[in-house]
């Protein structure tokens, strides 16, 4: 099937009618159904597909009896999210398998296309579960006591989705993953041909700030009475904007919990998600200890408490140069940048997998948004651009 056609296919699988969005959070309906789109497409195809304790997928074109060439991506989103921030990858794949087919090209080791659960970590928190289970850099007792935000626990979701948590684990598939290519979307503005290389991912982490205060009345409590944690919260915000600017790194509080959460009174807590990346370990580092530090002055300011608890922290991820190289080559000189996204590609890098990393241009930049936007002939570009790098590592 040729790739628009495939891409309409699934397009209107979690799309929020009136923003646009997608909403799949990891074994929500939505995404469900786009697992099962992606499960059709490989019958349809004659790939069998073959699945690991969380539901990691591999679909294979050839028995899997050696390490095999994998692309692929996943099929989950963030909350309200653009239309290719991973299923883009997924349908690349699909489609470049078909190009190769039609080609009349055999490969000759096996190639498979994979689907990897709750990269996002929309729904349980943690970026790139999937794939850290499957690599064994998150534990299983870990993951499966993760909640989600109406305190529903990974076990709990999967037993839901007919899973037994009891096979949640190390994957057996990471051993049939001789190499492995990522096609996405590129999410800032930093790629100007159709198609790019990665050279590597930003260290990047989630962490979570807790600010403690007294509740009370918001019409008849003196302001110097307060003890408000929304206050320290606010500076806090302030303080990792700025801080980000003078590292040239990224911090985000995007996600927030207040309690009681009502309009007439003074809050007794905040809690806010800090989302920091940077170029380099020691600069997210040194930019973490800096919000911290502003962040705990603050509070004593305020007679409030703060504490900071790391969520998920994530290396960064240099991808190997050869094989970065060898892409390179094979699509006639194409630009290497390197990525302020997260993705499961750094995780099975990381663990020892040889992997690499193709981009699709974004004329706008924005991502994570319902916004996110690549045109038709870019997304073509990068079928054709994985079938051929796809074709060099399966020859
Ligand atoms: C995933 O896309 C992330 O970078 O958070
Ligand atoms: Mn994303
Ligand atoms: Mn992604």
């Known amino acids: 099937m040729s790739f628009e056609n495939l891409w309409r296919d699934q397009s209107a699988i979690g799309r929020d ?57 996943h099929l989950d989103s963030v909350i309200d999210g653009g239309a290719f921030d991973g299923p883009l990858g997924v349908v690349s794949a699909l489609a470049a398998v078909d190009l190769l087919r039609a080609e009349g090209f055999t490969p000759s080791v096996p190639l498979g296309v ?29 993951a499966l006591a993760l909640t989600d935000r109406q305190g529903v626990t990974l076990a709990a979701a999967l037993e839901a989705a007919g899973t037994d948590p009891a096979g949640v684990g190390p994957s057996p598939l990471l051993e049939r993953m001789g190499t492995f290519v990522e096609l996405h979307v590129e999410q800032g503005r930093g790629l100007t041909p159709p198609v790019g290389v990665a ?61 009681p959460n009502g ?21 997210l580092e040194s930019l973490l200890a800096a919000i911290t530090r ?47 996204a997260g993705h499961d590609a750094g995780v099975f890098s990381a ?5 690499a990393m193709l981009f699709v241009r974004n004329p706008t930049g924005i991502s994570h948004s319902p916004a996110e936007f690549a045109e038709e002939d870019d997304c073509l570009a990068g079928v054709e651009a994985l079938a051929a790098v796809l074709k060099d590592l399966a020859q």
């Open 17 to 73: 009618a009136e923003t646009g969005g997608y909403t799949r959070g990891g074994w929500t309906p939505t995404e469900r159904e786009a697992t099962t789109w992606f499960l059709d497409q490989c019958a349809t195809r004659g790939l069998a597909v073959e699945s690991d304790g969380i539901g990691n997928l591999i679909a294979w074109w050839g028995s899997p009896d050696r390490p095999g060439v994998v692309t692929g991506s």
């Open 114 to 142: 994979g689907a990897f659960v709750e990269e996002e970590g929309s729904r349980f928190g943690m970026p790139c579960l999937g794939s850290r289970v499957a690599a064994g850099v998150l534990s299983a007792d870990k």
């Open 351 to 355: 663990a020892g997998i040889p992997t």
């Open 199 to 259: 050279s590597s991912i930003w260290p990047h982490g989630r962490y979570r700030f807790t600010f403690e205060g007294e509740a009370n009345h918001a019409g008849t409590t003196l302001m110097e009475d307060r003890h408000d944690p929304m206050l320290t919260y606010a500076m806090t915000a302030l303080a990792a904007n700025k801080q980000a600017r003078l590292a040239g790194a990224r911090a985000t509080f995007g996600r927030l919990s207040i309690e």
């Open 294 to 340: 502003q962040a705990v002055e603050r509070a004593e300011r305020d007679g409030t408490t703060v504490a900071v608890v790391p969520e998920s922290v994530s290396p960064i991820v240099d991808f190997p140069a050869g094989l970065r190289d060898r892409l390179v080559g094979v699509l006639d000189g194409a630009p290497v940048l390197p990525t302020g």
């Open 263 to 283: 309009t007439n009174a003074v809050p007794s807590r905040v809690i806010a998600w800090l989302d920091a990346r940077a170029a380099d370990t020691a600069t």
